[in-house]
């Protein structure tokens, strides 16, 4: 066949597999829910919108398939915020399996259950927040008093009661007991370690030292010696939960060390069968942050054929709508 009769043989082919359709605009009505937005920015063809409709329904299909391992991962920072409720809402109407994070998702959690946060200004004067003992988060104010001070005064005394049969547990198991314990605290219903414990669903911390209350075991351990992390029980749990899932799927928000350890781990079944990333960072830096869901096709993490959706933007707004859109559906 000569040249040019090929090239347009095959163009001919690309436009026929070529699937139109048409953009619709989004007609906003009187007591519209969410999920009717959502679906409607589904129809609109539009940028970002597009996107977020898209990961709901992906979101929507790992959630409701049945032998499908759901995983949630985020960093601590929007436990500071008024997410902290939605991912607690997760929990606690069973769309998540497996949590993986940060160690200051645990104490804004802990804080926030004995004392209040506030809101703030991105364009505080740092220097009078320091003189006056509290700390910026973004546009969120955490005050000394509500911090540091309270995780030491209330884990310590818990950690008496946890280690006294054991003294090498894992993450998981650590975290677990101290959420059985906050049972007994008022206001326990609106805790994420609590809920987590509720519903059995085990919270991983790869970097527990990395925060408070990484920093109050290592304290309870100079005077209890044979304390012992053992991270090798969390990752053998992690193992054991992606090798025997039938389908295993992620909403990742943000990445760092939480995102690496849900594609780390299902490289080894094959990949995910659904992933949902959002994320604010860019990827032109060669970060782990900055990687799209593509990326990760690469390394075997994320199935090549995997239901997956990148959807860039605040996480303070993209999964509160995501899971608004869940509620209508699901529950």
């Known amino acids: 066949m000569p040249m040019h009769s090929r090239k347009e043989s095959e163009l001919t082919e690309t436009q026929r597999r070529l699937e139109k359709v048409p953009v619709r605009d989004i007609r906003i009505t009187r007591g519209m829910?969410?999920?009717?937005?959502?679906?409607?920015?589904?129809?609109?063809?539009?940028?970002?919108?597009?996107?977020?409709a898209d990961a709901t329904d992906i979101a929507e299909r790992m959630i409701t398939r049945k032998g499908c391992l759901r995983i949630l991962s985020f960093p601590a920072c929007i436990m500071a915020t008024g997410t902290r409720g939605v991912i607690v809402d997760m929990v606690r109407n069973r769309m998540v399996d497996l949590i993986i994070t940060t160690c200051g998702c645990l104490d804004h959690d802990l804080s926030r259950l004995y004392a209040d946060?506030?809101?703030?200004?991105?364009?505080?004067?740092?220097?009078?927040?320091?003189?006056?003992?509290?700390?910026?988060?973004?546009?969120?104010?955490?005050?000394?008093?509500?911090?540091?001070?309270?995780?030491?005064?209330?884990?310590?005394?818990?950690?008496?009661?946890?280690?006294?049969e054991t003294q090498s547990m894992a993450t998981h198991e650590i975290i677990d007991r101290v959420g059985e314990r906050l049972g007994r605290v008022r206001g326990h219903e609106g805790s994420l370690l609590w809920n987590a414990h509720a519903n059995h669903v085990p919270i991983v911390v790869p970097g527990i030292t990395d925060g408070s209350f990484g920093c109050q075991l290592w304290m309870y351990y100079q005077t209890h010696r044979k304390l012992r992390i053992d991270l090798f029980a969390d990752e053998q749990m992690l193992s054991e939960m992606t090798n025997g899932a039938r389908y295993a799927g992620a909403i990742i928000v943000?990445?760092?060390?939480?995102?690496?350890?849900?594609?780390?781990?299902?490289?080894?079944?094959?990949?995910?069968?659904?992933?949902?990333?959002?994320?604010?960072?860019?990827?032109?830096?060669?970060?782990?942050?900055?990687?799209?869901?593509?990326?990760?096709?690469?390394?075997?993490?994320?199935?090549?054929?995997?239901?997956?959706?990148?959807?860039?933007?605040?996480a303070t707004i993209t999964l509160p709508l995501i899971y608004a859109g869940l509620a209508d559906r699901i529950l």
């Open 254 to 314: 943000g990445g760092g060390i939480s995102k690496h350890h849900v594609i780390w781990w299902n490289q080894f079944r094959g990949g995910l069968d659904y992933c949902i990333y959002l994320t604010t960072a860019e990827e032109y830096d060669g970060s782990l942050s900055g990687a799209r869901i593509r990326e990760a096709v690469s390394w075997g993490k994320v199935k090549s054929d995997a239901k997956k959706m990148t959807v860039e933007g605040d």
């Open 117 to 164: 946060y506030y809101k703030g200004d991105f364009m505080m004067d740092d220097a009078f927040l320091r003189e006056n003992e509290v700390s910026r988060l973004g546009n969120v104010l955490v005050p000394d008093a509500c911090y540091g001070a309270v995780l030491e005064d209330e884990l310590l005394p818990m950690f008496d009661e946890i280690f006294a």
């Open 33 to 52: 829910t969410v999920d009717g937005m959502l679906r409607a920015m589904g129809r609109a063809g539009g940028f970002t919108a597009q996107k977020l």
